[in-house]
């Protein structure tokens, strides 16, 4: 199974810590990188500590949670061999897989409920890269990286 990192800042934490027993009932490694408390935090720090685990292991994949999931995803995306993927339905969260090879999940408590959230991850936990033709277009967004 595959080893997730998780993490939220206080609009997320209820939200993530559904996933976190959702992504434990599949067999999947969990690492809760926090916050654990509604009480305020800054999410750059949260999403950056999540990023910055996914890209240092093999494999593994994150999953962060805040009010919208907008400011997850850009704080992410700062980090280095992370492609952030925003999703707000099963779909997005599939072709963030299948087309865009997404090692990351980002998520909006505050947009979308516990079942669509669960749906959501499940489509996320599914889908493969498909390689072939992304392949190449993964490799141009990875190289902005190197600019």
Known sequence: MTTFFVG?????VMLKGRITEW?????HG???VGTFSTDSVDYP????A?????VAETGARGVLVCGTGIGMSMAANKVRGIRAALATDPFMARMAREHNDANLLCL????VGIGLAREILGAFLEARFEAGR???RVGKI??????
């Open 23 to 27: 992504l434990r009932e599949l067999g």
């Open 134 to 136: 992304h392949e190449r």
């Open 108 to 111: 909006g408590e505050r947009v």
């Open 45 to 48: 720090e949260i999403a950056t």
């Open 142 to 147: 990875m190289a902005v990286e190197e600019r």
């Open 8 to 12: 939220s800042d206080h609009g997320g």
């Open 30 to 32: 969990v690492e809760d």
């Open 50 to 54: 999540v990023a910055d685990r996914v």
